[in-house]
C-alpha cells in the first residue's frame, strides 16, 4: 500500500513520516512537499519524495500520483479564503489522481466563523472531503502541548506564570499527534471515522502554574490575565489583523471548553499512551 504525507517538510510532517517509516517499507511512503531539499535524509532512507505546492492543482495531482492513502495536514496561511482553497485544491487533486482514500488533521471542535480562520477552515475542508466522493477519516487533535514549553520556562525565570484562566483542555503532543497518523494511515479501514487525538487528562491553566512549580521546586504564581491583554500584545507584533482575531478566537473557544475532551483514541492508534503534561513540561524545562 502506497502512503502519501503532505507538508513532509514541516514539524508535524516529518515526524509522520518518521513514524511511518516503523510501520511500512521506505518505498511505500510518498513524501510531498514545496521544498523536496529538505527531505534529502528521507530520500537516502528510500522514501519517495515529491514536490507539491497547495496552490497548484496540477502539480498536486502528479505528486499524488499512485498514492492510495493520502493524509493531508492543513497548509499555515491564514489569510481570509486561502486555506480553504488550498485545501479544496488538494482534496480535488487527490480525487484526480486516484487517491482513494484521505485523511485529514483537522481541529477538535472545528466551527463555520468568518473571524476565525483557524476553525472556519478547518469545518469547510471537513465538508468539502466529507462530499468529495472520496473514503475520507477525519483526526481532529486538541492543542498543542509543545505551546507550554515557552510559558514553563518564563514561569520559572519569573516566579509567575500568566495566562487567560478558564476551562481546562486536553493538550496533546505533537510527537503523540504524529505517531497517531501514521498508525491511522498505515493501517486498513478507518473509513467514515473521526478520532480525535487529544491527551490523557484535561487541565486547567491554574494546574499547569501547579505542574510547573512542582517540577521546578520553585513557587510559581499563577497570574490570570484577560483576552484584551492578549488582543494588544498581539496588536503590538504587528500581526494581520485575520491573524490577531483568529489567534484571540481559537483561545476564546478554549477557554470555553471547545477543548475539554479526553478520549483514548492515540493509544488506540499509535500504539502507545499519550504524554502526559508533567511528563511534557518536566522534559521541557530540563532541556531549558
Same mark, same amino acid.
Given at each position: %500500500?502506497?502512503?502519501?504525507? /503532505? ?53 498536486? !495531482? ?12 492543513? /497548509? ?20 484526480? #489522481? ?6 485529514? =488533521? ?10 476565525? %480562520? ?15 466522493? +472520496? ?5 481532529? %487533535?486538541?492543542?498543542? %502541548?509543545? /505551546? $507550554? ?27 503523540? +499527534? ?14 467514515? =471515522? ?17 505542574? =510547573?512549580? !512542582? ?25 494581520? $489583523? ?11 473557544? $478554549? ?14 492508534? #499509535? ?18
Amino acid at each position: %500500500m502506497i502512503v502519501g504525507i /503532505t507538508g513532509a517538510g514541516g514539524q508535524l510532517g516529518g515526524a509522520l513520516v518518521q513514524y511511518a517509516l516503523g510501520r511500512t517499507a521506505a518505498s511505500n511512503i510518498v513524501a510531498i512537499t514545496r521544498n523536496p531539499e529538505k527531505l534529502e535524509a528521507f530520500l537516502k532512507q528510500g522514501v519517495q519524495v515529491r514536490a507539491g505546492d497547495f496552490n497548484d492543482g496540477a502539480g498536486l !495531482k502528479a505528486a499524488f500520483a499512485g498514492v492510495e492513502r493520502l493524509i493531508i495536514i492543513p /497548509t499555515t496561511d491564514l489569510t481570509p479564503g486561502v486555506r480553504i482553497r488550498q485545501h479544496t485544491n488538494a482534496i480535488q487533486a487527490a480525487k484526480d #489522481a486516484g487517491v482513494s482514500h484521505a485523511i485529514y =488533521i483537522s481541529t477538535v471542535s472545528p466551527r463555520p466563523d468568518s473571524e476565525n %480562520m483557524l476553525l472556519d477552515s478547518h469545518f469547510a475542508t471537513e465538508q468539502a472531503l466529507i462530499g468529495s466522493g +472520496l473514503q475520507w477519516t477525519l483526526l481532529r %487533535m486538541s492543542v498543542y %502541548m509543545d /505551546t $507550554l514549553a515557552d510559558g514553563a520556562k518564563k514561569a520559572v525565570a519569573s516566579g509567575t506564570y500568566a495566562a487567560i484562566p478558564g476551562a481546562p483542555a486536553a493538550y496533546v503532543t505533537r510527537d503523540d +499527534l504524529a505517531a497517531a497518523a501514521a498508525g491511522l494511515l498505515c493501517s486498513a479501514g478507518h473509513a467514515g =471515522i473521526t478520532y480525535h487525538a487529544t491527551g490523557r487528562v484535561s487541565v486547567t491553566q491554574q494546574e499547569i502554574a501547579d505542574t =510547573i512549580a !512542582k517540577i521546578s521546586g520553585k513557587p510559581i504564581a499563577f497570574s490570570a490575565t484577560t483576552q484584551e491583554q492578549q488582543r494588544a500584545g498581539l496588536e503590538a507584533a504587528k500581526l494581520p $489583523l485575520f491573524v490577531v482575531n483568529s489567534v484571540v478566537g481559537f483561545y476564546a473557544a $478554549l477557554r470555553a471548553g471547545a477543548f475539554d475532551l479526553v478520549t483514548g483514541d492515540v493509544e488506540r492508534l #499509535a500504539g502507545k499512551a499519550a504524554e502526559l503534561p508533567a511528563e511534557f513540561l518536566r522534559k521541557a524545562l530540563r532541556a531549558g
